[in-house]
């Protein structure tokens, strides 16, 4: 396994136990918590002038931070997306900066190949041809490219909610694509991982699914990089994030903590979850000051990416909305849409349906009184618009212009 200098291995967000990444591939050996990377920081001779000088185009700028090198990476070159500053929508927020950070421009159009990239290159160092998820949509059809890249075999299970954009994608770059039956309505992202755990006690498949590969949110963690790296090391008041299984939102604020052990950064930057009022188990489990959610029983929204009614980190994504001082907050799907449809009318930005509970979150909490007139937000607009696009039409017909 070719490994970056400063990774130690991986240790156990539960039990504390550390473990080497060669035989341990997944979830922790002993009690089968969520492994996570390690670094020896002292180790890392990156620098912020070092990286003013770098021009790789993709996450893998910041090998230094991550487990494998850019030499040995599975890359369709993901990451160093654009940070677009929206004027329109501080004057709406009544902040002195909006900025989108526009997932939207990866290779398959979100920012779940980050997490893909990285869980394959751990498939191919591991000697796996083939890998397996269930996911909502956008994970799977990442996950089909970066397995076609590797020359693997990828299973993909997903419920029926799933765009066509998805589904069609994932048969296209040669996956396997598995609908799971529904069991009562339609078949919901609980009754794709049913099927996939089926599957998998027959076989001997690599999972990159969430948080079973410790891989995934250490990708996603690059975005908090790039959003600190662009704006000199000087951390946003707020950054929005649309929350499903919290991978983004976990990696993000490791990153942030990373470089404030590091020395730079000095503070950690607010992380706010935001979820549709439809599916919000992580926003109801901060207002009521718990440590873990409570599972929603019915799911009851349009948002495909964060229709995650049972989080398996939450316990992660609520320590470290806490930890950063940031917040939660969720909106209906009504208003999440029209935010769409404002962000693409008045900054051009094509947010994503899922993606745009960040933009209706935001304006929720301005109006609640969260944000001063001298703020810098980040809405992370964590995929493409277009995927979208028949949802987001759906709403011009409720609207009168
Ligand atoms: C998966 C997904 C999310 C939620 O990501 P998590 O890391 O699971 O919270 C948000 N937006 C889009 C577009 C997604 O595909
Ligand atoms: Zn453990």
Redo the contacts with the bound molecule.
């Keep these: 396994m070719r490994t970056t200098d400063a990774f130690v291995g991986l240790a156990c967000l539960d039990c504390g136990g550390k473990f080497d990444p060669e035989p341990t591939g997944h979830r922790c050996p002993d009690c089968e918590g969520i492994l996570d990377p390690r670094y020896d920081l002292d180790a890392v001779e990156l620098t912020p002038d070092v990286l003013a000088d770098r021009h790789t185009q993709s996450m893998y700028r910041y090998e230094e931070l991550l487990p494998f090198p850019s030499e040995s990476a599975v890359s369709l070159g993901e990451g160093t997306t654009p940070l677009v500053e929206c004027p329109s929508l501080a004057d709406t927020l009544g902040v002195d900066r909006v900025l989108i950070k526009d997932e939207g421009q990866n290779p398959t159009g979100?920012?779940?190949d980050r997490g893909q990239s990285l869980a394959v290159t751990a498939a191919r160092e591991h000697g796996a041809d083939a890998i397996a998820l269930n996911s909502?949509?956008?994970?799977g059809q990442a996950a089909a490219a970066y397995a076609a890249r590797a020359g693997m075999d990828a299973h993909v299970f997903l419920p029926q909610r799933a765009g066509f954009t998805q589904k069609a994608m994932v048969e296209i770059h040669g996956g396997n694509l598995h609908v799971a039956d529904p069991i009562d309505g339609d078949s919901e992202i609980g009754d794709a991982g049913d099927a996939y755990a089926e599957a998998m006690a027959e076989e001997d498949w690599y999972s990159t699914k969430?948080f079973v590969t410790p891989y995934r949110h250490e990708g996603?963690k690059t975005m908090a990089l790039e959003i600190l790296e662009e704006l000199d090391w000087e951390p946003p008041d707020a950054v929005v994030?649309?929350?499903?299984?919290?991978?983004?939102?976990v990696g993000m604020h490791k990153a942030a903590r990373e470089l404030r052990e590091l020395g730079w950064i000095d503070d950690l930057p607010p992380l706010y979850a935001a979820q549709a009022s439809g599916c919000a188990p992580i926003v109801d489990a901060f207002e009521a000051g718990r440590e873990v959610h409570e599972p929603v029983a019915e799911v009851n929204t349009v948002c495909n990416?964060?229709a995650?009614p049972d989080p398996g980190a939450s316990r992660q994504i609520l320590a470290a909305i806490r930890e950063s001082d940031g917040g939660a907050v969720a909106t209906d799907d009504g208003e999440i849409l029209e935010a769409a449809i404002e962000v693409a009318r008045t900054a051009g930005v094509e947010m994503?349906a899922?993606?745009a509970a960040a933009a209706s979150g935001a304006f929720e909490l301005a109006k609640q009184g969260e944000f001063d007139d001298d703020d810098t937000v980040v809405l992370l607009n964590?995929?493409a618009g277009n995927k979208d696009a028949a949802t987001l039409r759906s709403q011009l017909g409720d609207r009168s212009s």
Aim: aromatic share 8%; net charge positive; with cysteine.
């Design positions: 979100t920012f779940k909502a949509g956008n994970a969430t996603k994030y649309p929350t499903g299984g919290g991978v983004g939102l990416g964060i995650i994503g899922t993606c964590t995929g």
